[in-house]
């Protein structure tokens, strides 16, 4: 399964909800995220500052662990294209979109706020 967002790059649904066996695709990158299975914890900021936690599955692309430039800065610039009102700037970010994933590399070293997510 492919994720839905293509800014997302972590997903916690509730245990069991999908086959382990699945594999379950990074939607910025397209990678096979790192499962696991069975966690109980947080989900969310709100439940970790409550306390509170529940049984979940654990799934984050490997490329958003090691904390990749190039991963983040995909991010940015899809939020970016979503933002622009200019149809030639949103072809702009795509074609760099495409590039920095085809390369797996950079084209501008971003701070840590620039691929957050939202």
């Known amino acids: ?9 972590r997903y916690t649904p509730d245990a069991g909800e999908y086959d382990p066996q699945e594999k379950i695709y990074c939607g910025v990158c397209g990678d096979v995220m790192d499962a696991r299975l069975g966690v109980d914890g947080p989900t969310s900021w709100a439940e970790g500052v409550s306390g509170r936690t529940h049984l979940h599955d654990s799934y984050e692309c490997p490329n958003m662990k090691e ?12 939020n970016e294209k979503r ?29 840590p706020l620039h691929g957050r997510m939202g």
């Open 1 to 9: 399964m492919k994720l839905k967002s293509d800014t997302q790059c």
């Open 83 to 111: 933002r622009t009102a200019s149809t030639l700037i949103e072809a702009i970010l795509e074609e760099e979109i495409g590039m920095v994933l085809e390369t797996r590399k950079e084209t501008k070293k971003i701070g």
């Open 67 to 78: 904390k990749e430039v190039w991963h983040l800065q995909v991010i940015a610039l899809r």
